[in-house]
């Protein structure tokens, strides 16, 4: 597949590692659909074009796609990454990806505690429960509910 650039310019695209669209979806672990759309939200490069207007990208944007995903796996969105790809480079992108992730890390810190406080409400919930079996038997009546019960009558 030829790659035409200008009049009596072209291209072999397959000799320079490119990958079709569906090539580089399936190597990605993604669907076509997804490619595109990360290309509409410039998270990849625009692709080049054949003469008959097949998409083709770089071998690298398999790479690109599988680290976009894993961020978005550990919370990351989708303009948080388009950020760091978009930090311009050197010393100045270093720095804004620092910063970045600082942020990310002081974010990730905050949720860790909360997730912490409320293992200590659900622990205390699950011993009220065993307690209250333990306690009544089949008589019980769930202390979390009846406790969610009273303060939405005092509402």
Same mark, same amino acid.
């Given at each position: 597949?030829?790659?035409?650039?200008a009049?009596g310019c072209?291209?072999n695209?397959?000799s320079?590692?490119?990958?079709?669209i569906?090539?580089?979806?399936?190597?990605s672990?993604?669907?076509?659909?997804?490619?595109?759309?990360y290309?509409?939200?410039?998270l990849?490069?625009?692709?080049a074009?054949?003469s008959?207007g097949f998409?083709?990208?770089p071998?690298?944007?398999?790479?690109?796609?599988?680290f976009?995903?894993?961020?978005q796996?550990?919370g990351f969105?989708?303009e948080?990454i388009?950020?760091?790809?978009?930090?311009g480079?050197g010393? =100045?992108?270093?720095r &804004?990806v620092? %910063?970045f992730?600082?942020?990310?890390?002081s974010e990730?810190e905050? #949720? /860790? $505690?909360?997730?912490?406080?409320?293992?200590t409400?659900?622990?205390?919930h699950?011993?009220?429960c065993? =307690?209250?079996?333990? &306690?009544?038997g %089949?008589?019980s009546?769930c202390?979390m509910?009846?406790?969610?019960? #009273? /303060? $939405?009558?005092?509402?």
């Open positions: 597949m030829t790659l035409d650039l009049q072209k291209i695209l397959m320079l590692g490119s990958l079709q569906g090539e580089t979806a399936a190597q672990g993604v669907s076509v659909d997804t490619v595109r759309y290309e509409r939200l410039k990849l490069p625009p692709a074009r054949s008959s998409r083709f990208f071998a690298e944007t398999v790479e690109r796609i599988r976009i995903k894993q961020a796996e550990m969105s989708l948080e388009k950020q760091l790809f978009s930090t480079g010393a =100045n992108q270093c &804004a620092q %910063e992730l600082s942020k990310k890390l990730l905050a #949720k /860790i $505690e909360q997730m912490r406080h409320f293992k409400v659900l622990s205390r699950l011993a009220d065993e =307690n209250e079996l333990e &306690a009544r %089949e008589e009546a202390p509910l009846t406790t969610i019960e #009273k /303060i $939405e009558k005092i509402k």
